[in-house]
């Protein structure tokens, strides 16, 4: 079946530093995907997203990339901060199939 | 706070019971989702209504029933659960059906016995 996944269930970063979070997808007719934020406790929280006729949208501190070639998802976290601490999931729309598969995620920790 | 609020936050439920989760959202957006979010499995969608109207209904058993009475509130009725239906049910809310930039509710956690 069709799966988004994260390549590592958890990443640990020093303050300040850059964090990469990647996710594979293997739905080639995805042509919409998110990238959310889950603090515990919490409900997910938006962060980008990014449609199929693009491969690099930055927002404020996050980039994410897009290679369709390899159906590879990233978000780049900019100087990571301890309030960055959280599990992060991807997410990938096939609208003309109208599916959405939502990734495992990967729990980015910052050490002060 | 997101805007969208969710009762109750905890529940715990017999098999034989009937009970009702509500979502309401002050963000004045026309489409809201119901989510199912198990412990180590990746978000499902459940349910999707945009304008008041299902428009997306992903293989869900018939014991969980939503109802959308209006824009602004959400409602998944429960009955007849399974012990595998413990989870943390997320509602959400967005402008437009489908966009990723939802408004998620802090959800229910929802134990069945």
């Known amino acids: 079946g069709e799966s988004v996944g994260l390549h590592l269930p958890t990443l640990s970063v020093q303050e300040g530093d850059n964090s990469i979070i990647n996710c594979a997808y293997s739905n080639s007719a995805s042509d919409y995907f998110i990238w959310y934020k889950q603090e515990s406790g919490k409900g997910p929280q938006f962060i980008i997203d990014?449609?199929?006729?693009?491969d690099k949208r930055q927002g404020q501190r996050v980039t994410v990339l897009l290679n369709k070639t390899v159906k590879h998802l990233s978000l780049q976290i900019a100087a990571t901060q301890p309030g960055d601490s959280a599990v992060y999931f991807c997410a990938e729309r096939d609208t003309n199939a109208g599916k959405s598969t939502f990734g495992d995620g990967t729990t980015l920790t910052v050490k002060p | 706070e997101t805007g969208v609020t969710q009762t109750p936050r905890h529940l715990v439920m017999g098999m034989t019971n009937k009970k009702s989760l509500k979502c309401e959202q002050h963000?004045?957006?026309?489409?809201m989702y119901w989510y199912k979010q198990s412990a180590k499995k990746p978000l499902e969608l459940m349910f999707v209504?945009?304008?008041?109207?299902?428009?997306e209904n992903n293989s869900v058993p018939s014991r969980f029933s939503p109802e959308c009475p209006n824009s602004s509130h959400l409602f998944l009725h429960l009955h007849t659960l399974q012990p595998e239906d413990s989870a943390l049910y997320l509602c959400?809310?967005?402008?437009?059906?489908?966009?990723?930039?939802?408004?998620f509710g802090p959800g229910t956690r929802l134990t069945v016995t």
């Open positions: 963000l004045g957006h026309n489409a």
């Open positions: 209504y945009s304008l008041e109207e299902r428009v």
């Open positions: 990014i449609r199929s006729n693009m």
């Open positions: 959400a809310s967005s402008q437009g059906a489908y966009r990723g930039e939802q408004y």
